[in-house]
């Protein structure tokens, strides 16, 4: 009778098998998969997974708004790793229903993406790894922010699209870096996560910096292309003072295991004589 109740507790606190066959419903997940050392336990991605390089070498599975049941359930997966939103909600549900082990991680904050990490890390049996990758991210992160503990607060615009103006609302992921990059965030007032804006209001606010994070073809063009279209607006303090960036990055727009750099980047296009030591962090170039 002992040898069986140990036998049973030793089976209770064994921890669950890793999971082998995986698959990433999402481009964050599977940049944290590759930052956790099971990257080649992926066997299928999104359409759009495209970070790390080796993830392009993945079998395509359906996009992040649209996965594909069937290409899914022939991958024979043993775990499926999806971020929710409205269109993929009836597929995630479906593959539930079938038995497989879906776990759904929504990383829209700082806080959010080092518990989707632990998460991550925890589901797929690297635990250690996870631990690990949160603590150098939170290292990073207060290395930034150490930076900046003096620094003002800026006037400071970031926009996500140009027709319309669609800017980056306090409530986003990206408000959020603008916040801790120490920039005063111009459009938190309108109380909505992606509000569209009028010139007139730009000029009204007079941002002193305008991250442009418009989608472009590639990043230098897109650099160019931000001065371009300001520069018929003399007024506005970042236009006058030539402190307009073009920020086309990915990273920017997936709350993944890379938020240390975005947020160096961030805090460097607002506060360049705080990181004048070091080499540019900058994925545009700034005029």
């Known amino acids: 009778m002992i040898g069986r109740v140990v036998m049973l507790v030793a089976l209770l606190a064994a921890p669950a098998p890793a999971a082998e066959r995986i698959i990433s419903l999402a481009p964050s997940v599977t940049e944290t998969l590759f930052a956790l050392g099971v990257g080649d336990r992926v066997v299928g991605v999104s359409t759009y997974c495209d970070y790390p390089p080796a993830a392009l070498k993945i079998d395509r599975v359906g996009t992040f708004l649209q996965p594909n049941l069937e290409r899914i359930l022939a991958k024979k997966p043993d775990l499926v790793i999806a971020v929710p939103s409205p269109g993929n909600q009836a597929p995630v549900e479906h593959l539930q229903a079938l038995g497989l082990k879906v776990l759904v991680v929504d990383p829209e904050r ?3 993406i080092l518990a989707s ?7 797929v049996g690297v635990p250690q790894a996870g631990g690990e990758l949160v603590a150098r991210i939170e290292r990073d992160l207060a290395a930034v922010e150490s930076r900046l503990s003096d620094a003002a607060r800026p006037p400071t615009l970031m926009l996500v699209g140009r027709a319309p103006l669609v800017a980056a609302g306090a409530q986003t992921y990206q408000g959020e870096l603008l916040e801790r990059a120490h920039g005063t965030n111009v459009a938190a007032e309108s109380g909505q996560a992606w509000p569209h804006i009028s010139l007139e209001l730009v000029v009204a606010r007079a941002p002193q910096v305008i991250i442009d994070a418009s989608m472009g073809s590639e990043e230098s063009a897109d650099s160019h292309a931000a001065q371009a279209f300001w520069a018929d607006f003399p007024t506005i303090p970042a236009v006058r003072d030539g402190r307009i960036y073009g920020y086309r990055s990915y990273e920017l727009l997936r709350p993944g295991p890379r938020v240390a750099e975005t947020l160096a980047t ?22």
């Open 110 to 112: 700082i806080a959010e």
């Open 117 to 123: 990490i632990r998460s991550i890390a925890d589901a």
């Open 266 to 287: 961030v805090a460097r296009f607002i506060h360049p004589e705080r990181f004048n030591d070091d080499s540019p962090h900058a994925a545009g170039d700034a005029r």
